[in-house]
């Protein structure tokens, strides 16, 4: 558990507010120690990996501090995260056609020239590219970026999408869901009875066991 204990130190050291330090708490009372002990037990050898001390270090570290960060994201639908993903691709798409344009115009010499005179008269002239080529160059990076970005961007932070992000169950869908990602990832299976632990204490909640784990899991 010396993982769990070093996040939990580094998130007390920190600017927490006073829900955050409940939370805090929460996760590192004695009702939440069964949690912590149950990936070592094995129950299910087939399926939960036995880890050697340092990544179990590792695992617990990261179990603790996404069981405490998870509810201060709002739920998100599916839609809603490949609508912000579209957005970045329009912004790429943007980002391309202006900077064919302003290629159109960088061949002008006047406008090169006046250019020149604009940036030479900036107070932001240090940070604005010397010609109009380099402001193309610009434009190219910014599309790039975009479109690379786009796959990878999570619009509510570091957690899963819900179905029904407006419905009454959905933050406690969502915690659970990312509480148990952590459990796939380090251990190889959803350990129902550390999740609902976890999420109940994360939650300030005690209706949570492992039917309501796995009917959030179900669903994904």
Avoid at 47 to 69: F, S
Avoid at 86 to 104: C, K, R, S
Avoid at 121 to 143: C, F, I, N
Wanted: one cysteine or more.
């Amino acid at each position: 558990m010396a993982g769990a204990a070093a996040a939990a130190r580094a998130i007390a050291n920190g600017p927490i507010s006073e829900p955050q330090r409940q939370r805090l708490e929460r996760l590192t009372s004695d009702a939440t120690r069964p949690a912590w002990m149950e990936p070592q037990r094995h129950r299910d050898k087939q399926r939960t990996k036995a880890l050697p001390a340092a990544d179990l270090w590792l695992a617990y570290h990261e179990l603790l501090w996404e069981a405490y960060r998870a509810p201060d994201f709002q739920p998100i639908g599916r839609a809603a995260v490949e609508q912000e993903k579209q957005a970045l691709l329009d912004t790429a798409l943007a980002a391309a056609v202006l900077e064919n344009l302003v290629l159109a115009a960088s061949h002008d010499g006047q406008l090169a020239g006046m250019w020149g005179t604009y940036r030479n008269r900036s107070t932001a002239r240090l940070e604005l590219p010397a010609d109009l080529h380099g402001v193309v160059a610009t434009l190219g990076k910014l599309a790039d970026f975009f479109q690379r970005a786009a796959p990878h961007y999570k619009p509510a932070g570091p957690v899963p999408p819900t179905g029904k992000p407006k419905a009454a169950d959905a933050l406690k869908t969502m915690v659970i869901r990312k509480i148990s990602a952590v459990c796939k990832a380090h251990f190889g299976s959803p350990l129902l009875s550390t999740i609902a632990r976890l999420a109940n204490a994360s939650l300030d909640r005690t209706d949570i066991d492992r039917t309501a784990v796995q009917g959030s899991l179900r669903r994904l």
